[in-house]
């Protein structure tokens, strides 16, 4: 990569810019900023925010949020009131899925953000992730799991917003939660490949980005690294799934992980991710870039610099509604009615015949 600073989705640490975040991120642009509850005061106040972001750098970052409803609900406290989870939306129909997809996508692209960390493609098994998720999945079934993905991934295209696949390769049978500390999936690589890796498999060519897990595989990678460490699963993304778009490591602020944060970043884009977050640099920033800078060879990541000017590209193409009160106004009353709609419990299908 030309700049090691095109690595990065950073978080900031409030709702805004302070005045060393402005001169850092104006010298070292980052990709992209990644913005939580925490940066999110108020509709207007986030729209300015994400504006005044994107005139940080000649080359305009990205905006990324984690918005997917339920417990992982950034947007909801600016709409007035709670989108859906998935399980709850699935629940209620692929149809639902859809539509609390397409309004999630709305409210980014009304206040500029340009990709969700969405869908959570995690298969919700029993007292794994069932529980440790907490209603982030579709389903225990992977049938259900694609189909309910399916559907948010169109919803959020038909927004215009750019989607991510999380968390390769898969986090469904991780007993504790990778914030705290390292999941360790004991499945064989068989169980893995045909029923864990099979919703990336069938939507990696529908999605613009794929989450990698801070979770071990033993079953796939021999060494214990966590998957955002490893070269074999990273490789198994780009030959087995056949992924050719830009690959994401999870928050490297996150307990699963040893080490520093420049030193979690150095091993993540060894290991061939194109895109590191950190969501707390916490004055690790510039350590992290100028490690990367330093280690950096030519054909590391081959394809790498294509593939976010490919996002960059995509994204800034995507129709943009400028901002009004009145605007997130309509949107609200429009989510208001879906939320009503969606608590209600559905009429039992009848049979034919």
């Known amino acids: 990569m030309?700049?090691?600073?095109?690595?990065?989705?950073?978080?900031l640490a409030g709702p805004e810019l302070t005045k060393e975040e402005r001169a850092l991120y104006g010298k070292e642009p980052p990709?992209?900023?990644?913005?939580f509850s925490r940066n999110l005061v108020s509709p207007r106040q986030a729209a300015e925010l994400i504006a005044e972001l994107r005139a940080l750098a000649a080359l305009s970052p990205l905006l990324f949020v984690d918005q997917e409803g339920g417990t992982v609900d950034r947007l909801g406290p600016l709409v007035g009131c709670p989108f859906p989870s998935a399980s709850r939306a699935a629940e209620a129909g692929s149809d639902r899925v859809h539509e609390n997809a397409f309004l999630m996508g709305r409210a980014c692209r009304l206040l500029g953000f340009d990709v969700d960390l969405a869908p959570c493609?995690?298969?919700g098994l029993?007292?794994?992730g069932e529980d440790i998720l907490a209603g982030r999945t579709f389903g225990f079934h992977v049938e259900d799991v694609v189909v309910g993905a399916m559907v948010f991934l169109h919803g959020l295209a038909r927004a215009g917003v750019a989607s991510c696949l999380k968390h390769f390769p898969g986090l469904g049978r991780g007993k504790v939660d990778s914030h705290l500390e390292l999941p360790v999936v004991e499945a064989d690589a068989a169980d893995l490949m045909?029923?864990?890796l099979l919703p990336f498999l069938r939507l990696s060519g529908m999605t613009d980005a794929v989450l990698v897990s801070h979770a071990a595989y033993p079953g796939l990678e021999p060494d214990g690294l966590p998957a955002t460490f490893s070269r074999a699963i990273v490789a198994l993304l780009r030959g087995t799934v056949g992924?050719?778009?830009?690959?994401i490591s999870d928050d490297l602020n996150m307990g699963a992980l040893p080490g520093t944060l420049p030193e979690r970043a150095a091993r993540a884009a060894a290991a061939g991710l194109d895109l590191l977050i950190l969501s707390r640099p916490?004055?690790?920033y510039e350590e992290a870039v100028a490690l990367l800078r330093g280690e950096t060879r030519e054909g590391e990541n081959p394809g790498g610099t294509g593939r976010l000017a490919e996002l960059r590209r995509r994204c800034h193409a995507a129709p943009r509604t400028a901002f009004s009160d009145e605007a997130w106004l309509r949107l609200a009353e429009n989510v208001r009615t879906f939320t009503e709609l969606i608590a209600r419990p559905r009429p039992?299908?009848?049979n034919a015949g």
């Open 2 to 11: 030309s700049e090691a600073s095109e690595r990065f989705v950073v978080g």
């Open 31 to 35: 990709f992209g900023f990644l913005l």
């Open 121 to 123: 493609v995690d298969l």
């Open 126 to 128: 029993p007292k794994a």
């Open 194 to 196: 045909v029923i864990d």
């Open 243 to 247: 992924f050719d778009g830009v690959a």
């Open 282 to 284: 916490d004055g690790a």
């Open 348 to 350: 039992p299908r009848e």
